[in-house]
């Protein structure tokens, strides 16, 4: 169980003492602006710091991708940039130790243009999977909450986006709770989580799952609006988190909370998912 933590102010210096006062077994963080273009190149020392730590503590770390990763839109500039901002994540995941890079496909903007959409990620983004050595991190295809013309929203979805990457052994997926019940899964629903991860697995196979995003929805199924709630606290409700971890794909599987709030708040999800965890 762990957190999103944020880092102003450096990886070690904050980022590990808040996951510590929030009692987080995992970690995921930004490694540069989540909402701009610019990498940031970070500080090697304090990255290997932070990779040291993280591993002593036998704490996993995942890195966000920055959200203006988009390979469905017209613009070649932002198709160019996404792939640069994708081997950018992945180049300082590899820095700090990270499992996974986790990556929003983005959205196929101009009408019927989702199928040119996947041919562009085949061609930025396979060259960048093929590179990839055992140290590096693993690609998490994360699909969104279903507003607009999403490349990734419902598990059917990863189909078709797998397929386009030759289902590429450094591919994985991670699956956020909120976005799935706001893309039609009615996981609050008794069977509901089950049915939607039995699906994930036919579609991608075992062991592709590689984060899970526990995040509970102030919207109902279907929203199509990614607006999380504190667990228990949204529409999904605190059951459904307890099928979460009975089901044999979720085994072994680090669990990130993304959830507003401050210690306290953020200590309280992580203290009701264990407890449903550990039933």
């Known amino acids: 169980m762990g957190a999103h933590v944020f880092v102003a102010g450096g990886l070690s210096a904050v980022g590990l003492p808040y996951a510590r006062r929030i009692g987080a077994e995992a970690i995921q963080v930004f490694v540069s602006n989540p909402r701009g273009w610019a990498p940031s190149a970070g500080d090697a020392r304090a990255d290997e710091a932070f990779r040291a730590s993280c591993a002593e503590a036998k704490m996993p770390v995942f890195v966000h991708a920055p959200y203006l990763i988009n390979f469905g839109s017209p613009t070649e500039t932002t198709r160019e940039r996404s792939a640069a901002s994708v081997q950018h994540s992945l180049a300082r995941g590899r820095r700090i130790g990270a499992r996974g890079v986790v990556v929003h496909a983005g959205s196929a ?94 579609i991608v196979g075992r062991g592709r799952l590689q984060l ?62 264990r407890s449903l965890r550990d039933r």
């Open 109 to 202: 903007v101009d009408e019927g243009q989702h199928d040119v959409a996947l041919k562009v990620m085949r061609e930025l983004v396979l060259p960048v999977l093929d590179s990839l050595g055992a140290d590096d991190p693993t690609l998490l295809i994360e699909p969104t909450a279903g507003g607009g013309k999403p490349l990734a929203a419902t598990v059917e979805d990863l189909e078709p986006l797998f397929a386009a990457l030759d289902h590429h052994p450094r591919l994985g997926v991670c699956l956020d709770t909120c976005h799935a019940f706001a893309a039609g899964h009615d996981l609050a629903t008794p069977g509901g989580v089950r049915r939607t991860l039995n699906r994930l697995v036919r």
């Open 212 to 273: 899970i995003h526990a995040n509970d929805s102030k919207d109902p199924v279907g929203s199509g609006r990614d607006r999380h709630a504190n667990i228990g606290a949204g529409m999904i409700g605190t059951e459904p988190f307890g099928e979460l971890f009975r089901h044999p794909a979720t085994r072994g599987v680090p669990v990130v909370i993304e959830t507003a709030g401050d210690v306290e708040t953020h200590s309280r999800d992580l203290a009701t998912l």
